[in-house]
């Protein structure tokens, strides 16, 4: 069983930068795959990010890309979602996610959600 609590969302103008938190309880954080999705008002969740268990790979989002950083620190249980350049239109709830199959591909099932954090990007 993991458990994610996210943070670090809140209120940035256009251009600005957040870094999200995603803390882990249990022992096999490190061995799970993260991931870290988004979902705007009134549309679906979407991925934005991911990395494999040892940090080794990364995925992203077009919309995301080179905007955004995911790095994880298995020492501490947490997953980052450095998020820089920031567009109205990233304006969402972010959500982290455990894959426990520990690497990223198309399709993979998350098997553990956080809660989510509120990020708003104001124009």
């Known amino acids: 069983q993991v458990q994610l609590v996210e943070s670090g969302g809140g209120l940035v103008q256009a251009g600005g930068s957040l870094r999200l938190s995603c803390a882990a309880s249990g022992r096999t954080f490190k061995h799970y795959a993260m991931g870290w999705f988004r979902q705007a008002p009134g549309k679906e969740r979407e991925f934005a990010a991911a990395i494999s268990w040892s940090g080794g790979t990364t995925h992203y989002a077009d919309s995301v890309k080179g905007r955004f950083t995911i790095s994880r620190d298995n020492a501490k249980n947490t997953v980052y979602l450095q998020m820089n350049s920031l567009k109205p239109e990233d304006t969402a709830v972010y959500y982290c996610?455990?894959?426990?199959?520990?690497?990223?591909?198309?399709?993979?099932?998350?098997?553990?959600w956080g809660q989510g954090t509120q990020v708003t990007v104001s124009s």
């Open positions: 996610a455990a894959a426990s199959v520990g690497y990223y591909y198309i399709g993979v099932e998350f098997d553990y």
